[in-house]
């Protein structure tokens, strides 16, 4: 028998070695020091810390392509069940999908198997691990029921108070949370590691619509409700998420302020805008909101996003891509934005074959800064 180390035996001690002393060093192989990524949650996953950290990179080369349920269905199909193909609009219009994909978990706090749109949480599952494995970044917001009447989130009934901590409906929001977390917990990627998410709940809370916004709360409560939420989830052992905070256009500063957490609960800042106004005041508001939310994210050292958008006025405007969309979030250093759900021809707002914007969606796809999902993994760590 040999005592001496063989060549072999001697390159194997050197790569461990080297290993061994990155790991020292607090860096993983790929050169990410995750101690020195800071998020709200402390405990979050190094899954998590990579994604916002790919979501700071991505911010500084461009702004990424995102569709609300772009794989689940689009104008005049609907996913089987088979949910091997990842089909979506956007991918027939350009060849490519979106960077960004939204999901809505609405009644999965009810324990349903489909969200309230008729997504099957199960399709939800297979498509955000096949789309994290392409470089996708996935969000959720979370159009839940009214926890005291069992109405829908427009159901304007207060409710607030009720599932905050002594609150009459405790209970069944702790019920609720955990059906939430199994759920975050549930998505694993191929090596069974959770998949990190940017949720972004209680949205629009500046807005009267839903029971956690406007004149059906107080800024106080919903600042309690989302501290709770997070705090009822990172007790669930949910370490995978991002927290994204995104009030409906503001008209000032103060209105972006008034029922922010505060910094150290939240990861992203955001802003919904859609051209209910018309095509010009939304450019403008698109300029500005952004421009406010960037003051605040570039404060905080924290990434932004337009989290939702879309043209409103389905089946007008052949050029909305290029000479209302681009100009607002032009040279913003928005992270992403995301175009709400193609739900059927009178509620759409991307476009798809043969729909009026097709040609200049192209051209809007073009542009170097707008970034789809065959070009994400150049830009990020993966
Ligand atoms: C809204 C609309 C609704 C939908 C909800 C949640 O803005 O699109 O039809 O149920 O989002 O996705």
Avoid at 3 to 8: H, R
Avoid at 278 to 287: L, M, S
Avoid at 303 to 310: I, R, V
Wanted: aromatic share 12%; charged share 25%; glycine share 8%.
């Amino acid at each position: 028998m040999k005592s001496t180390l063989s060549i072999k035996d001697f390159i194997k001690y050197l790569i461990v070695l080297s290993l061994l002393v990155l790991n020292v060093g607090c860096k993983s192989i790929s050169g990410i020091d995750y101690n020195a990524i800071k998020v709200s949650d402390i405990q979050a996953t190094n899954s998590t810390k990579l994604l916002y950290h790919n979501i700071q990179s991505i911010s500084r080369k461009g702004i990424a392509f995102g569709h609300q349920d772009a794989t689940a269905y689009g104008i005049g199909w609907k996913h089987d069940e088979n949910y091997e193909v990842l089909k979506s609009d956007i991918q027939k219009v350009v060849g490519a999908l979106p960077v960004v994909h939204g999901y809505d978990i609405g009644h999965i706090e009810l324990g349903r198997n489909h969200n309230l749109d008729t997504v099957s949480f199960d399709l939800m599952r297979n498509h955000i691990q096949k789309l994290y494995d392409k470089g996708a970044i996935i969000t959720m917001s979370w159009h839940l029921d009214n926890p005291v009447t069992g109405g829908s989130s427009w159901d304007k009934t207060p409710a607030v108070p009720a599932v905050l901590e002594g609150g009459g409906q405790r209970d069944k929001y702790v019920l609720w949370i955990k059906r939430l977390a199994e759920f975050f917990n549930s998505l694993k990627d191929k090596q069974g590691n959770v998949i990190p998410i940017v949720f972004r709940p209680f949205h629009e809370m500046n807005g009267s619509w839903f029971w956690w916004g406007g004149d059906n709360v107080s800024p106080e409560d919903y600042k309690q409700l989302w501290k709770e939420t997070k705090q009822l989830l990172e007790e669930n052992n949910v370490h995978s998420l991002l927290y994204a905070y995104s009030p409906n256009t503001v008209s000032s500063e103060e209105e972006f302020e008034k029922y922010y957490p505060g910094d150290e609960f939240v990861d992203i800042l955001g802003v919904d805008i859609y051209n209910h106004s018309g095509n010009e005041a939304f450019t403008k508001d698109v300029k500005w909101n952004l421009e406010i939310v960037k003051q605040k994210a570039l404060l905080a050292n924290k990434p932004f996003a337009l989290t939702e958008t879309g043209n409103n006025n389905f089946g007008e405007d052949p050029l909305w891509w290029t000479q209302t969309l681009y100009p607002g979030i032009k040279d913003s250093g928005a992270a992403w934005m995301l175009l709400w759900r193609n739900a059927r021809p009178s509620h759409y707002f991307a476009t798809y074959p043969g729909e009026i914007s097709e040609e200049n969606f192209k051209e809007f796809a073009e542009l170097e800064e707008i970034i789809f999902l065959d070009e994400v993994k150049e830009l990020t760590t993966n």
